[in-house]
């Protein structure tokens, strides 16, 4: 199939970018979205051009590296699918699309479509973890957990940090994110020892990063590749208020 | 001579007797101390974060843009540990001797008795980090079972297991980073290792941001870099997966060993085309329940559905009858790969063989089954648009796992002193074959428990070392080598794009040097990849400029997975025997089961790099087994 490509192209993070328009024939729909890229970026460098940069890496899913606003949606059309796993069966021939970065304050665009997204590392620094040291703990089944709730510990702990969430919001709210660690965690009895302390941490550092605030629109676990739930900031909510409430 | 460093006393004491005698650093001397370690997969982020608690100063780089990013989050089965909790007959010796027969009889003794006694602890540290392991409805930690072994010592979470212990470790590094103790590079990558006075010192890393050159020293340096199984192109790793961090410490003195051992993954989605750029896998975990086939007459075009149970041949279970669909995942690649070759395959591009669960639906209930695989069951639908509850998945082997890697003594230091290579990135633990769920835990335990222990007894030798500054000429030295090499690829304006190359090699290497070689392919890889490399050295059209730039970074990681493979075909040429992963056509038996030699190979194959106008020399390794029987590996 042939296709019509809007595709932002940005030098740094100071500088202005502009959609620019590329035209690409010879996609099959077996191709994944990124191979479809890697194609335009192999006739870009034929005609001695600079390559169109695009963040990726393990190309199943699972890494959370890749990221593009496509046709304004993030990660694409389909539901709880990444960018990598999108397939050009999606698209039909003579389609026009709009290939974006991820945008949000705390995440600036780097070149093209790469973004920093550091913020997420910084607010699981801040407090994101069990404070267990590496190389002794006591017997794993000295701590019974139920079936039912390592499962729901599970479908928050599945994040794999993308910013699909902080892209899609109209806030570039976070809270999607920092909810998901907040309900692994807090979930788990191993991680309710240090709970609110976390949940305080956290909370705090997501504000400082520049991440707006959550106005329960939901549009984030609509986009979500994992399907995390939107239960999970309420979680957070809950938490926080616990925390407040007992601080001393 | 290479000297392993075998600690004395019996197998099942060593580990004690080294840690009793291994040296150590004081509290207060450990802040003076630094040390790098580059890779924060499950080696590079549990060491980083091990050493930093004990206080020394640690500095973590990655290519990829967060530490939690790196490649073990895609390990999908789970995670061995000797616990014994299904009560099945489970034990330390049990699990050391499932992994050395797993191997090939190629491994050592004392490393993989090692790897089985830290593996229950792994399980009780990963849980008390928050793990969420699967559990039984009674609240305790369940266990599935995996290729080559009898009985159920895999832990796992879901079909995620690898992303959960790497967010287990991937935490505790940034709670070394808040408390100062660890610095993060994301985005750089190691372009050269730094030696002063023979010992390793520091790097040279790229920042992949900006495109500038940094210099950083320390007293000991740590590889984590992951395997090179990405030297095929088409494979189950990650775009960025490289070999370059131990291909550049190879040719500063760092020896490479079992380097073609690679493992190719039996559960894979097959090629579909020319821009494929990806070998999706399927948890080998799939193979509990879905039983593999192909139509018993060649060139057979009906759906697999409308082909009936007689006209199917179930051929693992037909060779391997112990074993079944679980054989090792050498045996069933090479198994597929026999029945593709023969004409059975299934799929468009007959390259591929059916993974079936109809029968498991049928005893379990698809609940049942959705329960254990249902993120590896929408994957398979997202990439083919095919739904595998209604009909069978296609699968074939891919590039996977590499046994080899740089060669490391029973510390885990390479040839080079104060260099250590932990995880995939060194030959140690697996043989010539990978047990699956033994990647995970291997590149836990070099992190979390042997690392811990050996590098500080190495530092304990470095404290009255004179601090080295980044000022020290053999810094400039090594940071002028790579801005050559980085000048000569930006003036580099061929004809061909650097993916070209990356693809090309690739193709080489599946059809010389992959599931089977024999002599004459093998001699004539070698020439051809002396062409490509020529080739590539007046080819290659590299744009864009030395800031970032994705183009530049493939072009420095194609030039070293071009000298790569050249290794990779010499050393698959000199071993004359088939054992694990490598199987050579020559000496197999008359039904095609490898033939080991161990009169004449009984060693480890260690490369010494000679300059690029020479052949590589060999050292050589002996195996000795003393707890063990040498025996014909077999599971049938």
Redesign the interface.
């Known amino acids: 199939m042939k296709l019509y490509l809007k595709i932002w192209r940005q030098l740094n993070t100071s500088s202005k970018g502009e959609m620019v328009d590329y035209e690409i024939d010879g996609v099959t729909e077996h191709m994944s979205f990124l191979e479809m890229l890697d194609l335009l970026n192999e006739s870009l460098v034929q005609l001695h051009e600079r390559v169109i940069e695009f963040d990726h890496d393990c190309r199943e899913g699972i890494c959370g590296q890749c990221g593009i606003m496509i046709n304004g949606r993030a990660h694409g059309p389909l539901k709880h699918t990444t960018t990598c796993q999108l397939h050009m069966r999606s698209f039909k021939d003579g389609d026009t699309i709009y290939i974006e970065p991820f945008r949000a304050t705390a995440f600036p665009v780097l070149r093209d479509l790469k973004i920093d997204r550091t913020a997420f590392d910084a607010i699981i620094a801040s407090g994101g973890y069990i404070g267990a040291s590496t190389g002794q703990a006591p017997e794993a089944n000295s701590i019974p957990i139920s079936y039912e709730t390592v499962e729901a510990s599970f479908d928050a702990a599945a994040c794999i940090g993308c910013g699909a969430c902080v892209a899609t919001c109209k806030n570039s709210s976070a809270a999607l994110f920092v909810g998901a660690k907040i309900t692994h965690l807090a979930l788990l009895p191993q991680g309710k020892i240090e709970a609110s302390k976390r949940v305080l941490t956290m909370v705090n550092q997501m504000d400082m990063e520049g991440f707006g605030s959550c106005t329960n629109t939901e549009a984030c676990e609509a986009e979500c590749p994992q399907g995390i739930s939107v239960l999970s900031i309420a979680k957070m909510n809950y938490e926080y208020n616990k925390a407040l409430i007992f601080k001393k | 001579m290479l000297d392993s460093k075998i600690p004395e006393g019996l197998l099942a004491d060593k580990w004690n007797n080294y840690k009793a005698k291994a040296k150590l650093v004081n509290p207060a001397n450990r802040k003076k101390l630094h040390v790098i370690v580059v890779g924060t997969g499950l080696a590079g982020a549990?060491c980083a974060?091990?050493l930093a608690?004990q206080g020394y100063n640690v500095q973590s780089f990655c290519f990829?843009?967060?530490?939690?990013?790196a490649?073990s989050?895609?390990a999908q089965g789970g995670v061995n540990a000797a616990?014994n909790?299904k009560n099945d007959g489970d034990s330390i010796f049990r699990m050391f001797y499932d992994t050395i027969k797993g191997g090939d009889f190629r491994s050592r003794e004392a490393n993989v008795y090692r790897l089985a006694e830290c593996s229950a602890?792994l399980?009780?540290?990963?849980?008390?980090?928050?793990v969420?392991?699967?559990?039984?409805?009674?609240?305790?930690?369940n266990n599935r079972s995996f290729g080559g072994v009898q009985v159920s010592r895999t832990f796992y979470?879901?079909g995620?297991t690898g992303?959960?212990l790497l967010?287990g470790a991937?935490?505790?590094l940034?709670?070394q980073?808040?408390t100062g103790k660890v610095t993060?590079h994301?985005r750089h990558e190691m372009l050269e290792l730094v030696l002063v006075d023979g010992k390793a010192k520091g790097i040279i890393a790229r920042n992949l941001?900006t495109g500038a050159l940094e210099r950083h020293a320390a007293d000991v340096v740590v590889l984590a870099t992951g395997g090179y199984g990405k030297v095929y192109y088409l494979s189950t790793l990650?775009?960025?997966c490289n070999s370059s961090a131990i291909w550049r410490a190879h040719k500063k003195g760092a020896y490479m060993a079992g380097v073609s051992w690679i493992q190719f993954h039996p559960t894979c989605l097959p090629q579909?085309?020319e821009?494929?750029?990806?070998l999706?896998?399927m948890s080998e975990s799939l193979r509990n329940d879905g039983r593999i086939w192909v139509p018993k007459k060649v060139g057979d075009d009906r759906k697999p559905n409308s082909i009936p149970e007689e006209e199917r041949d179930y051929y693992l279970e037909r060779r391997y009858p112990a074993f079944g669909n679980l054989a090792p995942r050498d045996i069933s690649s090479r198994a597929a790969k026999e029945r593709i070759d023969a004409g059975y395959g299934a799929g468009p591009m007959k390259n591929a063989v059916y993974l079936d669960f109809s029968d498991a639906i049928a005893a379990q209930g698809k609940k049942n089954i959705e329960a254990k695989y249902s993120n590896l069951f929408?994957?398979y639908e997202?990439?083919n648009?095919i739904d595998a509850y209604k009909e069978p998945m296609l699968i074939s082997p891919a590039a996977h796992f590499t046994m080899g890697g740089l060669w490391v003594d029973y510390e885990l230091m390479t040839t080079i002193p104060g260099l250590f290579a932990l995880g995939e990135a060194n030959f140690s633990d697996h043989g010539a074959n990978r047990l699956g769920a033994n990647s995970l835990l291997q590149a836990c335990v070099d992190g979390?428990?042997i690392a811990?222990y050996t590098i500080p007894n190495y530092l304990a030798g470095e404290l009255k070392t004179p601090k080295i500054s980044t000022d020290h000429p053999a810094f400039a030295e090594a940071e002028k080598s790579v801005r050559e090499q980085l000048n000569r690829f930006l003036e580099s304006?061929g004809?061909l794009?650097a993916?070209y190359f990356h693809k090309t090699i690739g193709r080489l290497l599946y059809e010389k040097c992959g599931l089977s070689r024999t002599k004459e392919n093998l001699k004539e890889a070698i020439l051809d990849i002396q062409s490509l490399k020529a080739s590539f050295e007046k080819d290659l059209?590299?744009?864009?400029?030395d800031?970032?730039?994705?183009?530049l970074e493939k072009a420095g990681r194609i030039a070293d997975y071009i000298e790569l493979a050249e290794l990779m075909c010499h050393d698959a040429l000199q071993r004359e025997e088939s054992c694990g992963a490598h199987f050579r056509e020559e000496y197999q038996t008359s039904d095609g089961e490898a033939v080991r030699n161990d009169s004449d190979f009984c060693y480890v194959s260690a490369w010494e790099w000679k300059g690029k106008k020479q052949s590589p020399k060999l050292h050589k390794e002996q195996l000795t087994f003393k707890s063990v029987e040498l025996a014909v590996r077999s599971y049938k």
């Open positions: 549990s974060a091990s608690e990829q843009d967060s530490a939690r990013r490649h989050v895609a616990k909790y602890s399980i009780d540290q990963s849980v008390a980090q928050g969420p392991f699967a559990r039984e409805y009674g609240g305790y930690l979470a879901r995620q992303q959960q967010l991937y935490q505790s940034l709670r980073v808040n993060m994301t941001e990650a775009m960025g579909h085309g821009n494929q750029s990806k999706t896998l929408a994957m997202k990439i648009g979390y428990y811990p304006k004809t794009s993916d059209l590299i744009t864009g400029d800031t970032l730039n994705s183009e």
